[in-house]
């Protein structure tokens, strides 16, 4: 085949070799520069790796689970961790396992019809009335989490319905009432997930770099900073769009039929429930949640029983999440091993006592560099990969309890969303509303102020009163 040269596609030749000569510049920077007192060699080329990742995340020149991969080669590679073994942490994790369960459950629920039916239900029985529909939408951000764990499902769905209902109303996208429903979509449908151990990417990745958790404790520590969040964002919405929701028409919801019951239903229901107990019950049996999520699994593919096919599964459940959760691990991992964390919280440290930091202040200190963090990345695996290490080893150093050190900056970093490419779920539902970037960056920044004001104002205290003081 005979290629044509032509100067547009010089320019854009030119424009792909400076995205590719940064990624390789901060790698090189990282290399070549003097190692500052007390950072080790493994430990400067783990952070070397994970900076390359962090910019190659944050650039998206990679598709994110190629980013992962190529990360996990170099550390090998540049001699960060070593062994082979090392750099493969994560994969031999249970939290990695735990998700591919979680997400066949969350497709088979959606592929059966009984996630769309829950959607339609929850829709109808808000009664055409603009505030009663909206509420009932920021409720089913939780409830049918239950359901269907993924947001990004969850948000796939939804905007269809919702987009139905706008439509039979005669609302136009640039109507606020449109502008409302669709911004707590993309940005605090996902809340509620997190709240969830079986809820995505998010708790799975931040468990797994936090310590051990059954279902029952990360839904006591997290439920109540998630679900706060989620009805104060979605509050506010309400409030600064309020006047868009005196519409004058009647929405008739009555042609919004979900027709019968089918087999594939009733199998996922029962599936599905059966999975929650499992969880619900940890305290009794004891199993880790990967084992029932992995039951799950196997009872969706058994033919005859289950509602997937092998193929189906094989095709449709974005593996790409396999290997980002896996890769996240295995650099956060590197940086534990080599000493590179400790020293970048050592230096964060001295820097906060330096400013004669109280343990509230130094807190503080730490959420906002987490927010700055998750500015600047959006793969929220990778902020959570960087930060959460991070975050714990600086609260140790600070004689503060690393695990709500660590808590506290997953509240902070996965309740906002300052640009869609920072969440899957967010992409698909701005795209479709035609949401302007100042609008999404503006309520990212108010997200930022609830999320600090809800961990300092009630989530603290509450953590302290089951149990996880700050300071122990």
Not at 130 to 153: D, I
Not at 198 to 227: E, H, Q, R
Not at 229 to 257: C, E, K, Q, W
Not at 267 to 284: K, P, S, Y
């Amino acid at each position: 085949m005979n290629h044509t040269f032509t100067p547009a596609s010089f320019r854009l030749d030119r424009r792909l070799a400076v995205k590719l000569t940064l990624p390789l510049a901060v790698l090189a920077i990282f290399l070549l520069a003097p190692a500052p007192p007390g950072l080790t060699e493994q430990g400067q080329r783990a952070l070397a790796v994970m900076a390359l990742a962090v910019v190659l995340w944050g650039t998206e020149l990679l598709p994110v689970a190629v980013t992962g991969v190529v990360g996990v080669v170099l550390l090998v590679v540049l001699g960060a961790v070593p062994s082979l073994d090392q750099a493969l942490h994560g994969f031999a994790q249970p939290v990695t396992y735990f998700l591919i369960g979680i997400l066949t459950l969350g497709l088979a629920v959606h592929r059966s019809g009984l996630a769309e039916r829950l959607a339609i239900l929850l829709i109808r029985t808000a009664g055409g009335k603009p505030a009663a529909l909206y509420f009932q939408m920021l409720f089913s951000f939780a409830a049918l989490t239950f359901a269907l764990p993924s947001a990004s499902t969850r948000g796939a769905i939804m905007v269809h319905i919702y987009e139905q209902v706008m439509a039979r109303w005669g609302v136009p996208k640039e109507a606020p009432f449109y502008r409302a429903v669709m911004l707590a979509m993309g940005s605090l449908n996902r809340l509620g997930s997190t709240a969830l151990l079986a809820g995505g990417i998010t708790p799975v990745v931040a468990s797994g770099l936090l310590g051990d958790f059954s279902w029952t404790k990360w839904f006591v520590l997290m439920s109540v900073p998630f679900y706060a969040n989620l009805v104060i964002g979605g509050t506010l919405l309400y409030f600064y769009y309020r006047a868009g929701f005196r519409l004058t028409n009647t929405l008739d919801v009555s042609g919004m039929m979900s027709g019968p019951v089918k087999a594939a239903e009733v199998r996922a229901a029962i599936i599905t429930v059966g999975t929650a107990l499992l969880w619900f019950t940890d305290f009794l049996h004891g199993l880790p949640p990967a084992v029932p999520a992995l039951i799950a699994l196997g009872v969706i593919l058994m033919p005859g029983v289950g509602v997937l096919s092998w193929k189906e599964f094989e095709q449709d459940l974005g593996w790409s999440n396999f290997f980002v959760i896996a890769t996240s691990l295995s650099l956060a991992h590197a940086l534990v091993s080599s000493g590179a964390a400790a020293w970048f919280s050592t230096a964060l440290a001295d820097g906060i006592e330096g400013m004669g930091a109280a343990p509230l202040t130094a807190l503080f200190a730490l959420c906002l560099a987490a927010a700055l963090i998750r500015l600047l990345i959006p793969n929220i695996a990778g902020f959570l990969a960087l930060v959460i290490p991070i975050a714990m080893s600086t609260g140790q150093a600070l004689g503060l309890d690393p695990l709500v050190c660590g808590m506290a900056v997953v509240v902070v970093g996965d309740s906002v969303i300052y640009y869609p490419a920072q969440a899957t779920a967010s992409v698909l539902i701005y795209y479709r509303a035609g949401l302007p970037a100042p609008l999404v960056f503006g309520f990212g920044l108010a997200m930022t102020v609830v999320a600090i004001g809800v961990l300092f104002g009630l989530v603290l205290p509450y953590w302290g009163w089951i149990g996880l003081p700050l300071t122990p």
